[in-house]
């Protein structure tokens, strides 16, 4: 089979969803809203905690970081396939593919530590609330998000490199949003099984122990939520859950289709809805479905608003 210099002068055409929808322009139109959406309301919700006293706790700080992790998950996808679309132009280089791959690995590894972190930080408010503030003290947080951020870049370094160190067929297309291993290892011109096996590996470590850790917290949770006396105590810590939970869902089930299933069960239309689903939707709606149901965060929102406006009229 003939090869094409893979070289940072070489590209991919990136063949995308738009152009394969029956309504390319409405699912453009679709996705831009939700993209506006999630510009929105992860940088209210960042500038919300930053500005709010309140809210600089534990919590928040994690869900501080987990907005900006969606706004740039969704920036390195989303604008992209909508300038690819509307000026036609669907090619990326090698070295912005390579980028792609790396953030994409990054951020998608970083969500995924910061979603068990967030789950142990509500299990010790819940289960030990006597000792929340010594074991969630700010030095305990920042490690948190740092463990989150270094461990995702350094897999993402190994794996990108790999990836991108392989041989590649003279047909460019990547039938897919956006530039990710699985749809690349088609492409490449020399036995990847092996490195699928690493590949699955990485997606097994990077998703089941943290998301055993989400269920053991929220078990744990749970048998302490039936034995409160307060039923408004109670009803509090099943909302603030089920939020949570809900992200979860969202998050581990892309990413569990998307890493851990072997590549026998995948298509490109599948891999293709499912990589929008983590990159456009779920970013889109996390920050709603934290804040929507949580009176602090509207409180704080409307207090903002009011500074704001009592700063204008002055």
């Known amino acids: 089979m003939e ?3 893979s070289t940072l002068g070489s590209g991919f055409i990136l063949l ?3 152009n394969d929808s029956g309504s390319p322009e409405l699912l453009c139109a679709t ?3 939700l993209y506006t959406l999630a510009l929105t309301s992860n940088g209210l919700l960042l500038l919300v905690i930053t500005m709010d006293a309140w809210l600089h706790v534990p919590m928040y ?10 706004l740039l998950f969704t920036s390195v996808v989303t604008p992209k396939a909508i300038m690819d679309f509307l000026l036609s132009e669907n090619t990326i280089s090698f070295g912005g593919c390579a980028f792609q791959v790396f953030l994409v690995l990054t951020l998608g590894g970083a969500e995924d530590l910061l979603l068990a972190f967030m789950a142990y930080d509500r299990y010790v408010a819940i289960c030990h609330p006597l ?3 010594v074991l969630m003290r700010p030095r305990v947080c920042w490690l948190m998000v740092a463990t989150s951020w270094i461990l995702a870049s350094l897999s993402a370094i190994v794996y990108t490199v790999y990836t991108m160190n392989y041989p590649f067929c003279k047909a460019r297309e990547i039938s897919h949003l956006l530039c990710e291993i ?5 492409l490449a011109c020399a036995d ?5 096996l690493m590949v699955y590996v990485m997606g097994v470590t990077f998703l089941i122990p943290p998301f055993v850790a989400i269920l053991a917290s929220y078990t744990l949770i749970l048998l302490t939520v039936l034995h409160m006396p307060s039923n408004e105590g109670r009803q509090k810590a099943l909302v603030t859950c089920s939020s949570h939970l809900t992200v979860v869902g969202m998050f581990y089930g892309a990413a569990t289709f998307m890493y851990v299933l072997p590549s026998s069960l995948h298509n490109p239309k599948q891999d293709n809805i499912i990589s929008a689903f983590y990159t456009i939707v779920t970013p889109a709606l ?3 479905i934290y804040s929507l149901r949580n009176k602090e965060v509207m409180g704080a929102l409307r207090r903002v608003l009011q500074k704001y406006m009592l700063r204008t009229h002055s």
């Not at 699985?182 to 088609?186: A, D, H, N």
């Open 61 to 70: 700080l994690l869900l501080r970081q987990l907005s900006l992790m969606d």
């Open 182 to 186: 699985p749809p690349l290892l088609k």
């Open 286 to 288: 996390n920050p709603l």
């Open 192 to 196: 990847t099984s092996r490195y699928e």
């Open 16 to 18: 995308g969803i738009l």
């Open 31 to 33: 996705i831009s809203v």
């Open 131 to 133: 000792n929340y503030m």
């Open 3 to 5: 090869l094409w210099n």
